[in-house]
């Protein structure tokens, strides 16, 4: 990308984010919100947040942050320090010099994209929308969402892109609960359709980050994020189907992996589960199918992938079925079934498309009597696609409470979990992830699925 001249607005700006005055919001306070909201304080900017949650902007403004990986210290100090304030009156977005929308962005029943919260959040940004302000879209979509979906709406204005206003992408990379690497660790990659806006997203992310990659437009950024979660759906589709296939060899694919993880080139490893959960691997894929079939592309390997990983809970559930036959003769009807782990992943409180989820409901369609356990999800909140089990509460892990039940199935393996108490005190287990055999416990009555 060839260096161009910066205008002297574009000077007078680049020079207020290096001062630090310039003020960000920040468009959506969950998982991917907030991190980026206390990044930006951490590094002397002010920040206003905004979400249409009422309830939850007002535990942030008391300081309260309700997702677990992040302490509650964090947000009071900010909030008290006057550098952080939370809000549901969107006419403020005018109020700050950068916007980051970082807002959900999930499938519809057909697996077509639905953004009606980036839509949403474009046209209430376009009813205060001024000169200089800059707009950065994090949310996961096709590549195209930026110029094809947001530039409209703000446009209709009547300000002009690149010249009024300036706007960019720069898709997240949160991992919640990984503890190696945070928001500003992690290297954020940075697109846009004109210098100006190239110059300004790039120097506002160079503060919160230790490195910014930049490419040359918000296409082929929102690319980069979609071939990012495609790699991890493939390859994990790939180790599912290994698994079947192996099962039925009596291999196990566990030692597999293991054993061809020692290889030190040619091979990363992966690891088969009950299903796929969190925002992005499930979901993420099939915003590029989607797309794909606007240029008469079929997106097949893709496709496949989300077939076998969607598979994956219904061949859970029969190996569950199997093992109730084989030790008990009898079926999932009227069995009682301990579900361990709610969050789609060890060690966080995130259930967003978490296999347990749809574990839960295969188990209630067969009649089972189903409760969980999590040490991190007390209960079951509203979710898009299983309304019917809000209010579900984790059950304690007691040696009588894991006598009473007929099996228990692990979905998610905390690190939390005594692991040892299933064990001794469980009729029958069937592992999803493995986590018995790596913590040592070889018992007859531990099925791996």
């Known amino acids: 990308m060839p260096s161009q001249k910066i205008p002297p607005e574009i000077e007078k700006l680049l020079t207020r984010i290096a001062d630090r005055n310039y003020t960000i919001g920040i468009v959506g306070l969950g ?72 807002v959900p962005t999930p499938l519809s029943k057909q697996r077509e994209p639905d953004l009606v919260y980036v839509e949403r959040s474009a046209e209430a940004i376009a009813q205060c929308l001024r000169k200089g302000q800059l707009i950065v879209l994090e949310s996961t979509t096709w590549p195209g ?35 190696e690497f945070h928001t500003r660790s992690i290297p954020k ?11 300004l997203v790039g120097a506002i992310y160079g503060t919160l980050v230790s490195e910014v990659v930049p490419v040359v437009s918000a296409a082929t950024a929102e690319a980069v994020k ?65 797309k794909a079939r606007e240029y008469e592309v079929a997106a097949r390997f893709i496709e496949l992938a989300g077939e076998i990983n969607t598979a994956m809970p219904h061949h859970v559930v029969n190996k569950l079925a199997s093992a109730l036959d084989c030790s008990f003769s009898r079926g999932l009807n009227g069995s009682k079934i301990l579900v361990i782990g709610m969050a789609y992943k060890k060690n966080v409180d995130d259930m967003r498309e978490s296999p347990s989820l749809k574990l839960i409901d295969l188990l209630v369609e067969r009649s089972a009597n189903v409760e969980y356990h999590d040490p991190h999800i007390a209960e079951v909140l509203q979710t898009r696609s ?37 064990v001794e005190h469980s009729r029958l287990i069937v592992d999803s992830r493995n986590v018995c055999n790596r913590n040592g416990f070889f018992d007859s009555k531990i099925h791996k699925a």
């Not at 530039?151 to 209709?156: A, G, N, T, V, W």
């Not at 990659?189 to 110059?199: N, T």
Request: glycine residues 8%; proline residues 6%; aromatic residues 10%.
């Open 31 to 102: 998982y991917v919100g907030l991190p980026l909201a206390l990044t930006a304080v951490q590094q002397g900017f002010d920040v206003l947040g905004f979400d249409i949650n009422e309830a939850r902007v007002a535990d942030l403004n008391e300081g309260r942050s309700g997702i677990e990986h992040i302490d509650d210290e964090m947000i009071a100090a900010a909030a008290s320090a006057g550098k952080f304030w939370a809000t549901a009156d969107f006419s403020e977005l005018g109020k700050p010099d950068a916007i980051l929308i970082a």
């Open 145 to 179: 969402t930026t110029k094809e979906l947001v530039k409209p709406i703000l446009e209709k204005t009547g300000l002009v892109c690149g010249e009024d206003f300036f706007l960019a992408y720069s898709p997240e990379r949160e991992d919640p609960g990984n503890t």
């Open 189 to 199: 990659i940075v697109g846009a359709d004109d210098d100006s806006s190239r110059e």
């Open 226 to 290: 979609l071939t990012e979660n495609i790699f991890r759906s493939v390859n994990i589709a790939l180790v599912n189907e290994l698994k079947l296939i192996y099962d039925k060899m009596d291999i196990d694919i566990w030692e597999v992996i293991d054993a061809a993880k020692t290889k030190p080139f040619g091979f990363m490893p992966f690891y088969p589960g009950p299903g796929l959960g969190g925002h992005c691997i499930p979901i993420d894929p099939f915003y590029l199918t989607w």
């Open 386 to 422: 299983y309304p019917q089990m809000r209010g579900m509460k984790s059950l304690d892990l007691t040696p009588q409470n894991l006598q009473s039940f007929d099996a228990v199935l692990i979905s998610t393996d905390h690190d939390a979990i005594d692991w040892a108490t299933i």
